[in-house]
Structure formats: C-alpha cells, structure tokens
C-alpha cells in the first residue's frame, strides 16, 4: 500500500553574516552628571523682536527641568520639546534671573537670560514660562529662587577664595558697587510689559492632554 502521506523535507537554515558589524551605541543626554532637582510639563515662549512687530512666538511645549551639577554645584534651566525632544531652553541659572509674573495670571513668569544655547549658541533672550495649575507653578518658582541663592554663594565663594593683594593693587581694582545699568533696567521694563501679553495663552494641564 502506497504511502498517502508526502514526506516534508526540511530546509536547510540559512544563515547570512553582516556585511558591517554596528556595536551598540549609549545615547548620552548630557544630564548624567546632573542631579534632578525638578521636573514639570510647561510651555514656553520667547519674545521675538527680529521683525516689524515685536511679539511672543511659541517655543515649545514639554517637561522643563531644573538640573544641578553634582560637581560644579552650578544649576541650568533644560527643556525639550515633545515627541521630538528638541532643545527648547537651555541656560544655567544666575543671581541676576528674577522671576516676573504675568499680569493677571498666576501661572506664568518671565525672566531675562543673558546666555540661552537653545541654538547651540549664546544668546540674549526674554523667556515666559506658562503651567497647567499655580501649583505647578509656584514649585518652579521656589526651585528658581534656590538655584539663584546658590548662585550667588557660589560668587561669594569665589571672592574670599581670592588671594591678598597689597594696599596699591586692592585701590587699583577694587571697584565700588555699580547701580543698576540702563540695559538692566530697560530690560526689566520690556519685561514688565510685554508680559502683559501673555493673559491670552494658555498650556494644556497634562492630565487633560492623556
């Protein structure tokens, strides 16, 4: 009686080396050596005076995070925006940064930076900031606040670290305390102002955008 059944024959594996052999690349976000002292889901704009009508442009909306170095002791401001994870903010932390509120909203502040490298460059800008809630808020303010305190004792450090000098050498350097320059204080106008802009936007709190 013939064999109904047809015989399956089994194939040789095949296996092809590759042609490029690519080792396992660690993706560095330059945040390793950095402690987490916040993190929050915000928006963020920037004051745009490049064309005929200065305005607020949108820069991004995404987790700011405050990020202490576990050497330095320096703090720096980073924000990436979603899904594509583009660098948004990216600034340390100085005495100077004060916090302005937006008039007639709780939930945003302004702040001039000196040095930005959002770009990847150093450059001036006057950032706003936009939460989902005052709670939120008010954590990165108290956060912010910190940072610049230890800014500023982290200078005061640096100056009694510095070695004596002679009665002739301390007259020729020692400068007396400077008020407020113009720039400085045009800068804390514009920022006062165009804050005022801000009441109309808002950001999505991140338990309505889930």
Not at 51 to 60: A, F, S, Y
Not at 97 to 118: Q, R
């Amino acid at each position: 009686m013939a064999n109904t059944k047809e015989e399956v024959v089994e194939s040789p594996e095949i296996h092809f080396e590759p042609l490029v052999n690519l080792p396992p690349v660690d993706t560095k976000t330059l945040e390793e050596d950095e402690e987490e002292l916040l993190k929050l889901r915000a928006r963020l704009y920037r004051y745009d005076t490049a064309g005929d009508t200065p305005e607020w442009k949108e820069r991004g909306t995404g987790e700011v995070k405050l990020l202490k170095h576990a050497g330095k002791g320096t703090v720096r401001l980073l924000m990436r925006r979603d899904k594509t994870l583009k660098i948004c903010a990216n600034h340390h932390i100085l005495p100077q940064m004060e916090l302005k509120p937006n008039c007639g909203s709780e939930k945003a502040w302004v702040w001039n930076t000196p040095a930005d490298f959002a770009d990847e460059e150093a450059k001036p800008e006057l950032l706003a900031i936009r939460f989902g809630n005052v709670e939120n808020a008010q954590k990165f303010k108290a956060k912010f606040d910190d940072a610049r305190i230890t800014a500023l004792n982290d200078e005061k450090g640096k100056g009694d670290d510095t070695p004596e000098k002679s009665a002739d050498e301390s007259s020729d350097s020692v400068e007396s305390p400077k008020s407020p320059s113009k720039e400085d204080n045009a800068e804390d106008k514009e920022a006062d102002t165009v804050a005022e802009k801000l009441g109309g936007m808002s950001v999505k709190d991140e338990q309505k955008e889930k």
